[in-house]
T-cell receptor, first 116, second 113 residues
Framework: DAGVIQSPRHEVTEMGQEVTLRCKPISGHNSLFWYRQTMMRGLELLIYFNNNVPIDDSGMPEDRFSAKMPNASFSTLKIQPSEPRDSAVYFC??????????????FGPGTRLTVL | KQEVTQIPAALSVPEGENLVLNCSFTDSAIYNLQWFRQDPGKGLTSLLLIQSSQREQTSGRLNASLDKSSGRSTLYIAASQPGDSATYLCAVSVTGTASKLTFGTGTRLQVTL
């Protein structure tokens, strides 16, 4: 298994531009999570999906952030318009449905976003 | 609101030493606790997951214990090696919202030759 796949690995953009981050979860997993990591705030959960349905988006910082999961093998996190304070590493993770006994989360390599 | 604290924030030990990393959480109604390792510039690698009904889990030189009533977990690393150098993070999920992990701030470990 290739694990959780994220693209791009690095993104540098200018303030005001739209940014789209992509994630492919592990095949067979039906929960998907988006996290953000910064030096100041550590790792924070932004949103998670079960069976492609958004369950909790209370961690999404503002309306500039949106996430979609059109099918079981693909999700996007979009920032429009981007701001310098959005600079962070964004991680995607997947797991089996939480009703399963072992809902261990597996993380992708992350996307390092820099907004100038 | 669940808060997770890890002490110490940084630790440096000579190779071969046994060591303990600490994790404490404020809400004892947890579903599970997970320990991760993060190498610089990389993603998180899951090390061990302990369900709330369990007391400990072992994997190779790693042993994680859980005391739910006191809100504590420890990660024991035996015979440390330079390759163990990384940041170690613990995370808990709370009953009722089993999918939501709340992370600690991490312990940065350096194992020296």
């Amino acid at each position: 298994d290739a694990g959780v796949i994220q693209s791009p690995r690095h993104e540098v953009t200018e303030m005001g531009q739209e940014v789209t981050l992509r994630c492919k979860p592990i095949s067979g997993h039906n929960s998907l999570f988006w996290y953000r990591q910064t030096m100041m705030r550590g790792l924070e959960l932004l949103i998670y999906f079960n069976n492609n349905v958004p369950i909790d988006d209370s961690g999404m910082p503002e309306d500039r952030f949106s996430a979609k999961m059109p099918n079981a093998s693909f999700s996007t996190l979009k920032i429009q318009p981007s701001e310098p304070r959005d600079s962070a590493v964004y991680f995607c993770a997947s797991s089996f449905h939480p009703d399963r006994k072992y809902n261990e989360q597996f993380f992708g390599p992350g996307t390092r976003l820099t907004v100038l | 609101k669940q808060e997770v604290t890890q002490i110490p924030a940084a630790l440096s030990v000579p190779e071969g030493e046994n060591l303990v990393l600490n994790c404490s959480f404020t809400d004892s109604a947890i579903y599970n606790l997970q320990w991760f390792r993060q190498d610089p510039g990389k993603g998180l690698t899951s090390l061990l997951l302990i369900q709330s009904s369990q007391r400990e889990q072992t994997s190779g030189r790693l042993n994680a214990s859980l005391d739910k009533s006191s809100g504590r977990s420890t990660l024991y690393i035996a015979a440390s090696q330079p390759g163990d150098s990384a940041t170690y993070l613990c995370a808990v999920s709370v009953t009722g919202t089993a999918s939501k992990l709340t992370f600690g701030t991490g312990t940065r470990l350096q194992v020296t030759l």
